[in-house]
């Protein structure tokens, strides 16, 4: 196989958001988080387990409002250093009930009524309630807590839970980014002595990055629509899948070209990769990873933005769903069931994005013909139709007839969309062939 076509091959491989084995890539994520932390000089973290975007917007505030609560330390104080046996577990099940009524459904209480989290997701807080409960009973089995706890003083919980970032003057995203940089520079130093082959290999690198790129703002759009506060707590997180495309690249290279490339690679780097196999997203506070899981889908177009035409897009562990077309999240029966689209329901859609999605699962050429599109003009080559739409640029289209007969003897209609500046039907299809209206004049048609 040509190492173009190899390239080729691996490309979409590549770009794997979605998880396999949630019990093997808990194992990879506790030992790369440790290893992480370890090489920072610093003691291993308790891993905290979300199971959605949905979660990790709400459960470590959820988590960290508890060690707030009234009903704390009967919990703490009495289950933190006990051995864990039945009885441990019969006390935190009596603790956890204190401390869910005392402190827990408030907190979820406001949660819900200062952003949009409530309002679409409401479904989803039976297993927030449940991954809350299990994930505290985890914590408090590790004996990490009261290390957390200290660096926490109840006082200032609120102010200055996000300030407890694993490396206080950058992000866990800036991070990456500097790590990135270095293994980029390797990468670019290898391909000075493969000339030929990193020629073939850049036009790919170019569309891995833009995946990439494509599937972070999709993943952006979705927690911005969930409201500032729940957005302003995840931009601590960093997206590892989507956060690590240059290691991809160099996988990519070390594949296909020199499989003794990047001997100097960081340790650091590699436990990140390891990470970013084994989780969505994290965030790193001092002595506490927050870990998204993996969806079990995570569809995406070519450009990297979420997207299937059959279904959801995005589907988590708890029941989290997501419905894209093109990166634009739509509701399930916009995808499921399109035929329920209506002329009326396009027409009076005010976002001008979701009004093209609309038209788009309806039918460009068949909205042409149900919303009574106006006709432009008509010659031999075919009708160019033109259909105003408020608050973005017209639809225009040219039905072309098939010169070749249908079975039964009958010529098709074609719809071809053009720009909305085109006047004529003949300027239309000449340009649909790349052609200046007066350069195209064929002698045959197919």
């Known amino acids: 196989m040509a190492l173009a076509e190899s390239f080729e091959k691996d490309l979409r491989s590549r770009v794997e958001f979605s998880g396999g084995n949630r019990t093997g890539q808990r194992a990879i994520a506790e030992a790369a988080a440790s290893r992480i932390y370890d090489l920072l ?11 959605s975007l949905y979660q990790m917007a709400t459960l ?8 707030f609560s009234d009903a704390w330390q009967i919990v703490s104080c009495a289950l933190s250093d006990r051995y864990v046996d039945e009885a441990w577990e019969r006390d935190f099940d009596e603790g956890w009930s204190e401390l869910w009524a005392h402190g827990g459904q408030q907190l979820l209480r406001g949660m819900k009524g200062s952003s949009r989290v409530g309002q679409q997701y409401w479904q989803l807080e039976p297993t927030l309630f449940q991954q809350c409960r299990q994930e505290l009973a985890n914590w408090l089995k ?31 995203q800036d991070r990456l980014r500097i ?29 891995l990055m833009d995946l990439y790129a494509g599937a972070s703002t999709s993943m952006g759009a979705i927690i911005n629509r969930m409201g500032a506060e729940p957005a302003n707590q995840l931009k601590h997180c960093a997206w590892l899948p989507m956060s690590l495309p240059v290691e991809a690249l160099c996988q990519i290279w070390m594949d296909r070209v020199h499989a003794q490339a990047f001997k100097d690679c960081a340790a650091e780097i590699i436990a990140w990769n390891r990470l970013a196999q084994s989780t969505l997203g994290v965030i790193c506070l001092e002595h506490v990873v927050f870990a998204c899981e993996k969806p079990s889908v995570f569809s995406v177009d070519e450009g990297g933005r979420l ?22 999240s739509v509701e399930a029966r916009i995808i ?15 976002n001008a994005e979701l009004r093209r999605v609309l038209i788009e699962r309806y039918g ?41 007969p249908e ?27 790349g052609f200046e209206e007066d350069d195209y004049l064929p002698l045959n048609e197919s």
């Open 41 to 51: 000089g610093r003691p291993a973290p308790a891993l905290i387990w979300c199971q």
């Open 60 to 67: 470590p505030s959820l988590l960290i409002g508890l060690f």
């Open 142 to 172: 590790s004996g990490k807590v009261h290390a957390f706890e200290q660096t926490l003083p109840k006082e200032t919980i609120y102010r200055k839970f996000w300030a407890l970032q694993l490396w206080h003057l950058n992000s866990v």
């Open 179 to 207: 790590l990135s940089a270095r293994l980029s520079e390797q990468l670019f130093e290898e391909g000075r002595f493969f000339e030929g082959q990193f020629q073939q290999f850049l036009p790919y690198q170019e569309r």
């Open 307 to 328: 997207h299937n035409a059959l279904g959801p897009s995005l589907v988590f562990a708890d029941g989290f769903v997501e419905h894209s077309w093109h990166g634009v």
């Open 336 to 350: 499921e069931q399109p035929e329920s689209i209506t002329i009326d329901e396009i027409d009076s859609m005010q």
């Open 364 to 404: 460009q050429a068949r909205y042409l013909q149900d919303s009574g599109a106006q006709e432009m003009q008509k010659d031999d080559f075919g009708t160019l139709y033109k259909k105003e739409i408020p608050g973005d640029e017209p639809l225009v289209m040219v039905k072309v007839v098939n010169s070749s």
């Open 407 to 433: 079975p039964d003897g009958s010529f098709k209609d074609y719809f071809l969309r053009v720009p909305p500046d085109i006047e004529t039907a003949q300027r239309a299809v000449a340009w649909t062939f």
